[in-house]
């Protein structure tokens, strides 16, 4: 399938890693109980931002990367400014929230496991 998605900015595929990235760690270490299935990936662009990784997630957690992917995508400010820091909150209510505890709960567990590569985009 030809990509829909443009990937002419570095930044907001590195965006989109990374969103996936926490999502998967949120999913994998608090939904251990929840049935949990492959990411569905449909299209070559997007394939080509997120790669081959296996990205298990339950619907809760599929849907909010979904929700992420597509706002990172519409995001009329170039450059994009950190979510948190964006004067525009495009994100839905319930989603907003989502994010921030997965984002603070992933943080938290990447620093405990020494993993200040990922953390340090966050940061910034």
Same mark, same amino acid.
């Given at each position: ?16 890693? !990374?969103?996936?990235?926490? !999502? ?55 450059p ?15 989603y ?29």
């Open positions: 399938m030809p990509g829909i998605f443009q990937t002419i900015d570095p930044k907001r595929d590195k965006d989109i890693r !990374i969103l996936s990235d926490f !999502i998967a760690i949120y999913c994998r270490e608090n939904h251990k109980t929840v049935p949990r299935e492959q990411f569905p990936i449909r299209d070559d662009s997007l394939h080509t931002i997120l790669g081959d990784k296996e990205l298990l997630l339950c619907e809760d957690c599929s849907k909010l990367l979904n929700h992420g992917i597509a706002k990172l995508l519409i995001c009329p400010y170039n994009k400014p950190a979510c948190r820091k964006c004067p525009t909150h495009c994100y839905a209510p319930g907003r929230e989502h994010v921030r505890k997965v984002m603070r709960f992933s943080g938290t567990y990447l620093v405990k496991r020494g993993r200040l590569d990922l953390l340090l985009h966050f940061i910034h």
